[in-house]
């Protein structure tokens, strides 16, 4: 069964660094856009990042300078590198797949927790 899988998350000091990954199984083919959303307590679920299939990365303001994002098409896995981070950037973390057909994947999420 196609799948997502994410790693990386945990807990971390103000101004430390997390990389989270999520990996898509080989049966995902034609991947079009990967992103990373996330869902803070008490909020709505928010974009974070985006990487098209031709590389062009998109962030949300909070987290430019600080995120970024890629992708290793051969692995079928998108990454996230998380620097100088903040108590607000705390939340699940969960990646998002589209193929060039429309069909999305979810991964389960990760939990973020920046706190000292």
């Known amino acids: 069964q196609a799948q997502l899988v994410e790693s990386g998350g945990g807990l971390v000091q103000p101004g430390g660094s997390l990389r989270l990954s999520c990996a898509a199984s080989?049966?995902?083919?034609?991947?079009?856009?990967m992103r990373w959303y996330r869902q803070a307590p008490g909020k709505e679920r928010e974009l974070v990042a985006t990487?098209?299939?031709?590389?062009?990365?998109n962030y949300v303001d909070s987290v430019k300078g600080r995120f970024t994002i890629s992708r290793d098409n051969a692995k079928n896995t998108v990454y996230l590198q998380m620097n100088s981070l903040k108590p607000e950037d705390t939340a699940v973390y969960y990646c998002?797949?589209?193929?060039?057909?429309?069909?999305?994947?979810w991964g389960q999420g990760t939990q973020v927790t920046v706190s000292s």
């Open positions: 990487i098209t299939s031709d590389g062009s990365t």
């Open positions: 080989e049966s995902i083919r034609n991947i079009n856009a």
């Open positions: 998002f797949i589209v193929t060039n057909w429309g069909v999305v994947y």
